[in-house]
């Protein structure tokens, strides 16, 4: 079946950059794109960028532009969100999601890894 | 960027009455929208796509409905399970894919 299981909660300072994992199981990443979205305290959820499956070619908010990069390994069916230069804002829930049609909604999720950015 | 606004913030409902949730699109989505489900402490799950399509698993007490700017997603008899957030998200143009602020259904 498929499942997303990202890597576990991170503490950060001011300044520093982060790098989350998402290994798929039950599908492969070069045929359904991974987006990744995240979701600070009580708020909604803000898409951040995605990978695609075919090409690995990259797609970013313009929020993050510059300040995030995506990644994947196809060798272990993993795929990395990497930010920089944290500020208290970046604290949140980090997901990564399946494409499941290339229409850009998300069947399946990750748990969340959970990003702190604190002094 | 596509701006998605839900109302209302907060919905209170007996059980088996029905829900009825909005969500408006600044400009049209055709019918290019995606309902998810979020309880406490867990990620979303997909429940409608194609703004009334169901996915796999889901309930049929949950329907979609609309297109353009303005949706509706209805749980026809609530049930226990169903307290949670719901958020809408438009993936008509993009980037940015956006979501709606989210409606919180609570039990009476």
């Known amino acids: 079946q498929v499942q997303l299981v990202q890597s576990g909660a991170e503490v950060k300072e001011p300044g520093a950059s982060v790098k989350v994992s998402c290994k798929a199981s039950?599908?492969?990443?070069?045929?359904?794109?991974m987006h990744w979205v995240r979701q600070a305290p009580g708020q909604s959820l803000e898409w951040m960028g995605m990978?695609?499956?075919?090409?690995?070619?990259?797609k970013y908010s313009q929020n993050f532009q510059g300040r995030v990069t995506l990644t994947r390994d196809t060798s272990t069916n993993t795929g990395y969100m990497e930010l920089y230069s944290l500020t208290s804002e970046d604290t949140a829930v980090y997901y990564c999601?399946?494409?499941?049609?290339?229409?850009?909604?998300?069947?399946?999720w990750g748990q969340g890894t959970v990003v702190t950015v604190s002094s | 960027e596509v701006v998605m606004t839900q109302s209302p913030a907060t919905l209170s409902v007996s059980p088996g009455e029905r829900a009825t949730l909005s969500c408006w699109a600044s400009q049209s989505v055709g019918s290019n929208l995606a309902w998810y489900q979020q309880k406490r402490g867990q990620p979303p799950r997909l429940l409608l796509y194609?703004?009334?399509a169901r996915a796999t698993g889901i309930p049929a007490r949950f329907g979609g409905s609309g297109s353009g700017t303005e949706f509706t997603l209805t749980i026809s008899s609530l049930q226990s399970e169903d307290s949670a957030v719901y958020y809408c998200q438009q993936y008509n143009n993009w980037p940015p894919l956006t979501f709606g602020g989210g409606t919180k259904v609570e039990i009476k």
């Open positions: 990978i695609y499956a075919d090409s690995g070619d990259t």
């Open positions: 999601a399946r494409d499941p049609t290339r229409t850009a909604y998300f069947d399946y």
């Open positions: 194609g703004a009334s």
């Open positions: 039950g599908y492969s990443l070069t045929i359904h794109s």
